[in-house]
């Protein structure tokens, strides 16, 4: 295989010549295109820091038309064009004069394009900034990758108001995820919660506290500066930094801020020349728990539904199942349980009699705001005895006098040792697992 590398190239050298030189110095030229699954074509930034091109998707024939650290071994994506729309094998994308970088699949449909806005594009470029940008003959911007958030913000990236990064689903699912970071209308900073797939924000988690009653004084701009100092700019100029303390140098570190797919947005740097085995380093996390910071009515939480959130050593969100639940889906440790038993239901079947349930305790878990009763003063045997005798009772909590009804679906569910009180799942008696699929009703609805 390495022998035959060399020849490889020399082929390459002479199919395409142009296109060759043309990634040395950052540029492509209208016609220039890359195909998906072809790890050869990639557009580079002058001093390759930056790669713009088809990345493969997790053990998939799927790819992601990205932008990518190219020089560190974890060869991190920090904008992605397709995320719900992933490319299939062979799919190109080519830069045109008409509607700038468009992205086609296979039989030539269209899954994406940059859209040049206005005029005629002439070049794209991708800088060692990481703004991978169309331009005009004149060597005026068209678009730029900088304007189309994903996850990540750059140093000299600009979010204005109204600007939104939205987190992925997973780690390697770049779909539309359940977090935002943005610059909302009253100059305030902040992570929140979204209801999928609508985007409707849901209440925040985080606030820079950049707002103020007099608009000249509040937040208008989230800036990255060239030095890797992320802050809120202030309309009367001054700055609230997001970037705590000093960071490392930018000319040898490079930094970035994601917002990662467990709700947590967190500022790193990594040197630029690494020997091999460095990695990103943490700069600064928001918030410092997800855990219990996120909170309301609607949504279910970093841990889906019923899912229990603990915090790990770098501050990210860890999620179990309770006892007698297991993962909805089995592959997404972040997508929420269900239970493995059937529940109580208001139906004359059997076994379904309170007799036939029993509440197993629980160690420092709550889900804080899935509460329907609240008993007080009260005693906690005839909490048990509450919840037991009522079919929507799923959970209770109680302490200091006081006997809180939960039922499911359970949000914001956590674990840790700030959690109050004793609290109780009710669970089907015995060695109960579900069956297979329920069994399909013979009877018609209308009939
Ligand atoms: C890229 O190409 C355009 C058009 O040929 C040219 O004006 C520009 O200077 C080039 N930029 C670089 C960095 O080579
Ligand atoms: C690339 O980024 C640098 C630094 O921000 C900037 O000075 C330069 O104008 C950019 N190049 C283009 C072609 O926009
Ligand atoms: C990402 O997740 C969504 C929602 O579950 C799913 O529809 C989609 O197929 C997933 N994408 C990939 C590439 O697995
Ligand atoms: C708003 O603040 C600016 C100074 O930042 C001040 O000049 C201006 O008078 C204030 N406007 C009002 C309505 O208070
Ligand atoms: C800008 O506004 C902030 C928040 O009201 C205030 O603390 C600060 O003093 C103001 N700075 C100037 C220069 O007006
Ligand atoms: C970036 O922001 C930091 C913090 O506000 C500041 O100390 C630094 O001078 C800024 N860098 C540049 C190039 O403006
Ligand atoms: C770097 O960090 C990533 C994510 O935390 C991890 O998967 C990887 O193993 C780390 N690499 C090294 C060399 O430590
Ligand atoms: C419960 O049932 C499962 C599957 O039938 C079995 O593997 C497990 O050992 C049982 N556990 C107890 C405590 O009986």
Redesign the pocket.
């Given at each position: 295989m390495a022998f035959d590398l060399p020849c490889i190239l020399y082929f390459f050298f002479l199919l395409f010549p142009s296109s060759l030189v043309a990634q040395r110095n950052g540029n492509a030229t209208v016609g220039d295109s890359l195909t998906a699954g072809d790890e050869a074509t990639l557009w580079l930034s002058p001093a390759e820091d930056f790669a713009f091109g088809f990345r493969q998707l997790d053990k998939k024939d799927l790819y992601l038309l990205a932008i990518w650290y190219n020089k560190i071994p974890d060869k991190t994506i920090v904008w992605y064009a397709n995320g719900d729309r992933p490319a299939p094998k062979k799919s190109t994308v080519k830069l045109t004069a008409e509607l700038g970088v468009v992205l086609n699949n296979p039989q030539g449909g269209e899954i994406w394009k940059s859209g040049p806005g206005n005029g005629e594009a002439a070049y794209g470029f991708m800088n060692d900034t990481g703004n991978f940008l169309v331009a005009n003959a004149n060597g005026e911007k068209l678009w730029q990758s900088f304007e189309l958030l994903t996850d990540t913000l750059l140093p000299t990236q600009i979010m204005e108001k109204g600007g939104i990064l939205s987190s992925r689903l997973s780690e390697t699912n770049f779909s539309q995820g359940r977090f935002q970071f943005r610059l909302i209308p009253d100059g305030n900073a902040v992570l929140n919660t979204i209801n999928l797939p609508t985007g409707f924000p849901y209440e925040a988690y985080f606030w820079s506290k950049t707002v103020d009653?007099?608009?000249?004084?509040a937040g208008y701009q989230v800036v990255f500066n060239e030095s890797g100092y992320l802050y809120v700019l202030r309309?009367?100029n001054t700055r609230e930094a997001l970037t705590l303390g000093r960071v490392v140098p930018a000319t040898e570190n490079y930094h970035r801020a994601t917002l990662h797919f467990d709700g947590v947005f967190v500022l790193y740097s990594h040197p630029k020349n690494s020997p091999g085995n460095e990695n990103w380093s943490v700069v600064r996390t928001m918030p410092e728990n997800i855990c219990t910071v996120v909170r309301g009515l609607k949504g279910s939480g970093p841990c889906g539904y019923n899912g229990v959130c603990t915090i790990s050593t770098d501050k990210r969100a860890i999620c179990r199942c309770p006892q007698r639940f297991s993962l909805l889906d089995p592959d997404d440790p972040y997508g929420g349980c269900k239970p493995d038993f059937p529940t109580q239901v208001c139906a004359e079947e059997v076994p379904n009699a309170p007799e036939d349930y029993e509440l197993v305790p629980l160690t420092n878990i709550d889900w804080p705001e899935s509460d329907y009763e609240m008993y007080t003063p009260y005693n906690i045997e005839d909490c048990k005895k509450a919840c037991l005798q009522d079919f929507f009772c799923n959970v209770i909590v109680f302490g200091e006098g006081t006997c809180w009804k939960k039922r499911l679906p359970l949000s914001n569910g956590r674990q840790g040792e700030s959690v109050n009180g004793a609290s109780f799942m009710k669970v089907r008696k015995g060695n109960y697992t579900l069956p297979g699929p329920p069994p399909i009703p013979k009877k018609n609805r209308d009939s």
């Open positions: 009653s007099n608009s000249s004084n309309a009367n």
